[in-house]
């Protein structure tokens, strides 16, 4: 049986909507899942636009795309995991197990991964084959265009709750669609001040909309001066970077508070310079460097999050697109006019 699949197709700018075969040869700790939606990534971008990070890293022809949800409807014979029926979404990380770092249980730094969409075949399709050890079982009754998103919600989890932001002054840098879930995190786990710092009016609206309190735009303010000033001359206590952005983390170490926290998501082709005897270690501040999720902790805490209605997922999504619209949801990504974008596979026999 064959499939429609998005793939990068060659060594270039764009992708081609193809046919393929259904993935459906299972091992015997295989799932095959019926993809109901699947989500746009910054990653997914980098690889359509071909940049140089994508060129060094991705080999096609493969099936792109790692963010979705989908139903269970076949499995291989030793899966206990999950059963027929089941809506389930994924760990992108297919992780060795037997690393140093597997071994103790930070499946999230391990030596071997490989990622589903970058190094093999993803979820920009109509089935995709995975492991049963990377699925996550969701609640019944939740839309899985909000399902989908939670590998890059798992991110942002994972950046603002790694320190105690609870009662805290907190920034937020960068405000592309997971800055935007790490303002509404921030707002949802009871942070005293959400300041998210970003120079886009489309985003800067959006960020106001899910719980921020104050928005410092560096194109007009000063950005040090006016987190100090909204922070009576202290600094924050935690920040969370998604930006990525050199001038924007090299500020942060000037208003960031005496003993305090900053953990960065955000990825950088440029070399940072801070004062690190002034800024780092006199002022006593911790660095934490966020890779993906933690397994399973992060997906615990998105679960409790989803189905305690705590976030405001329907201003996070803000486009619902058919598999075969990629191209033009890739385009409303690259605009900066959105929040996520959700591609819906369309099953047509």
């Known amino acids: 049986m064959n499939m429609t699949a998005v793939i990068k197709d060659k060594r270039d700018v764009g992708c081609k ?16 899942i019926k993809v109901l939606a699947t989500s746009i990534c910054g990653t997914d971008v980098h690889i359509y636009k071909w940049d140089k990070w994508s ?65 093999v075949d993803g979820c920009f399709a109509e089935y995709i084959k995975m492991p049963e050890f990377n699925l996550i079982v969701n609640k019944k009754g939740i839309d899985p265009k909000y399902l989908s998103i939670q590998e890059p919600l798992g991110n942002a989890v994972h950046t603002m709750m ?18 935007l879930m790490g303002v509404n995190i921030a707002k949802a ?7 998210a710092i970003e120079v886009k009016p489309y985003r800067i609206e ?37 930006s990525g952005n050199k001038s924007a983390i090299e500020a942060a170490f000037k ?43 992060t997906w615990d805490k998105v679960g409790y999050l989803i189905n305690h209605h705590m976030l405001d997922l329907e201003t996070i999504v803000t486009h619902v697109l058919p598999l075969e619209d990629v191209k033009k949801g890739m385009e409303i990504m690259i605009s900066g006019q959105s929040g996520k974008v959700v591609l819906i596979p369309s099953h047509k026999e």
């Open 55 to 119: 060129q060094e890293r991705v080999n096609p022809p493969n099936i792109m795309g790692h963010e979705f949800a989908g139903e269970v409807v076949k499995i291989g014979r030793k899966v206990t995991k999950v059963k027929l029926g089941d809506i389930v979404s994924s760990e992108t990380h297919l992780v060795c197990g037997t690393c140093e770092f597997c071994l103790r249980g930070e499946y999230h730094i391990c030596e071997n991964t490989k990622i589903i969409g970058v190094d």
């Open 189 to 195: 786990v009871g942070a005293k001040k959400v300041i």
């Open 17 to 32: 909507i193809v046919k393929r075969e259904v993935p459906d040869t299972l091992g015997d700790n295989d799932v095959l």
């Open 255 to 297: 208003y960031i508070k005496r003993g305090g926290k900053m953990s960065m998501l955000g990825i950088t082709p440029d070399h940072v310079t801070f004062d690190i005897s002034n800024d780092f270690i006199f002022k006593g501040i911790t660095m934490y460097g966020v890779v993906g999720r933690r397994l399973f902790d």
């Open 162 to 179: 790694h320190f105690d932001i609870k009662d805290k002054d907190v920034a937020v840098i960068g405000c592309g669609p997971i800055g």
């Open 206 to 242: 959006m960020a106001k909309k899910l719980g921020a309190d104050i928005v410092i735009n560096p194109l007009v303010e000063d950005v040090v001066k006016r987190v100090l000033e909204e922070t009576n001359g202290k600094g924050v206590d935690v920040i969370g970077e998604f």
